[in-house]
C-alpha cells in the first residue's frame, strides 16, 4: 500500500478567536530589518530568495502591534536573525552549537565590548546594544537566560540528530519549549511595551502556565505546518514524527492529535487567565499588556504562517482555505 501522499490541517484559525492587529510601522521597519540581516549574514542564493519569503518582519509587526518603531525594529532585528541563526544551527554539529552559544551570550552580557568574528555574533551585538538602551534589569535577564535555554535545547537536538535517536514525546516536548525560540520572544514582549515585571509576578505560577500554553500552541502548531518541508529533508525533530513512532498514529491521526492538543492550549490560556491573582492597579496594568502579548503571539504567529514562504511556498493562501497539503517527495538520501 503507497504511503498517505496528502494530510488535511486542523482548523487552528477558526479556534483562535483572538484579534489580529498589525503594526502602523510594519512595513518601513520590515523592510528595513531584511537589509540589516542581508548585509549582516552574508546570504546567498538561494537562502536570499528563501529569507526574503520568510517575512518575519510582518510575524513580528503582528505579534508587537504597539511598539514604537524604534523597539518594532529591535524585535525584528532578533526574529530574523533567529530564523537565520536556526537554520544555520540545522547544519551544525553539538561543539559547532556550543561554539556558537558562547559567541552570542557573549555579546548579550556586553555587547558593546565583546569580540567576535562569527557573523551570528556581530549581529548580536548589534541588535542587543540597541535592546540596552532601553531594556530593563529584569527581561534584560529573562532574555539572556532564555537565549542560553536555547541554545543548550539546540546542542542536545544536534546530538539526538547525530546519533539518530527520536525522543518520546514527554522528553520532545521539554526540549521543544527551548528550541522553539519562544520564550526570548516573550521577553521582548515586556522590551517592545517598555515595562520590566518583577520576579514575583513572572515566576508566578498563572502567569508561567500562560506562557507555557502560549508556547506550546505557536510551537505545536508550528510542528504540524512545518512538517511536510521537514519530511522531505528527513528531519525527525517533529512533534508528528514523535507521536507516529511512540503511538503507533498515522499521519492524519497524529496530526489530528496534535490539533487537539492546540485547541487545549488555548483553553489552558483562558483558563488561568480567569484565576490571574491582583499585584496592584499598576502592576495589573503592565500585567495586562503582558497577556495581551501572549494573545499576540498566539493570533500573530497563526495567520502569519500561511503569509510566509517558509512552510507553503506560495500556496499559503489556499492552504489556509482549503487545509489541504500535499506531500513533497523526500530528497535523495
Known amino acids: 500500500m503507497a504511503p498517505t501522499a496528502r494530510f488535511i490541517l486542523p482548523d487552528l484559525v477558526s479556534d483562535c478567536h483572538y484579534p489580529l492587529r498589525l503594526n502602523p ?121 532564555t537565549m542560553d535555554l536555547f541554545f543548550i535545547a539546540v546542542a542536545k537536538q544536534a546530538d539526538d540528530r547525530a546519533k539518530g535517536r527520536v525522543p518520546d514525546l514527554e522528553s520532545y516536548i521539554t526540549v521543544r519549549r527551548d528550541t522553539s525560540g519562544c520564550k526570548p520572544c516573550f521577553a521582548l514582549i515586556e522590551y517592545a511595551a517598555r515595562i ?51 503511538q503507533g498514529l498515522n499521519l492524519q491521526s497524529a496530526v489530528d492529535y496534535i490539533g487537539w492538543l492546540c485547541k487545549g492550549s488555548i483553553q489552558r490560556f483562558e483558563d488561568n487567565r480567569d484565576i490571574l491573582p491582583s499585584w496592584g492597579e499598576e502592576l495589573d496594568r503592565q500585567v495586562a499588556i503582558y497577556i495581551e502579548g501572549l494573545q499576540n503571539w498566539i493570533v500573530g504567529s497563526l495567520h502569519w504562517s500561511f503569509d510566509s514562504t517558509r512552510y507553503f511556498g506560495k500556496n499559503g493562501h489556499t492552504i489556509k482555505q482549503d487545509r489541504i497539503i500535499k506531500l513533497l517527495p523526500k530528497r535523495p538520501l
Not at 196 to 216: G, K, Y
Not at 219 to 245: A, G, P
Open 25 to 145: 510601522d510594519c512595513y518601513p521597519v520590515s523592510r528595513t530589518s531584511e537589509q540589516w540581516l542581508l548585509d549582516g549574514a552574508r546570504l546567498v542564493e538561494p537562502r536570499v530568495t528563501e529569507f526574503m519569503g520568510l517575512h518575519a518582519g510582518e510575524l513580528t509587526a503582528a505579534c508587537y502591534p504597539d511598539a514604537d518603531a524604534f523597539h518594532l525594529r529591535v524585535c525584528s532585528d532578533f526574529m530574523n536573525w533567529l530564523f537565520t541563526m536556526d537554520d544555520w544551527l540545522d547544519e551544525f554539529d553539538v561543539d559547532g552549537t556550543w561554539g556558537m552559544r558562547g559567541c552570542c551570550i557573549s555579546a548579550f552580557c556586553d555587547p558593546i565590548n565583546s569580540q567576535t568574528e562569527k557573523l551570528g555574533g556581530k549581529m548580536c551585538k548589534s541588535y542587543f546594544s540597541r535592546f540596552m538602551q532601553t531594556g530593563g534589569p529584569g527581561c534584560t535577564e529573562r532574555f539572556i537566560h
Open 196 to 246: 520590566d515585571l518583577p520576579d514575583r509576578v513572572m515566576s508566578h505560577p498563572v502567569i508561567m502556565a500562560m506562557e507555557e500554553a502560549t508556547n506550546d500552541l505557536v510551537t505545536w502548531s508550528n510542528d504540524i505546518f512545518s512538517y511536510n518541508v521537514e519530511q522531505s529533508r528527513r528531519d525527525t525533530h517533529n512533534m508528528i514524527v514523535v507521536l507516529m513512532r511512540e
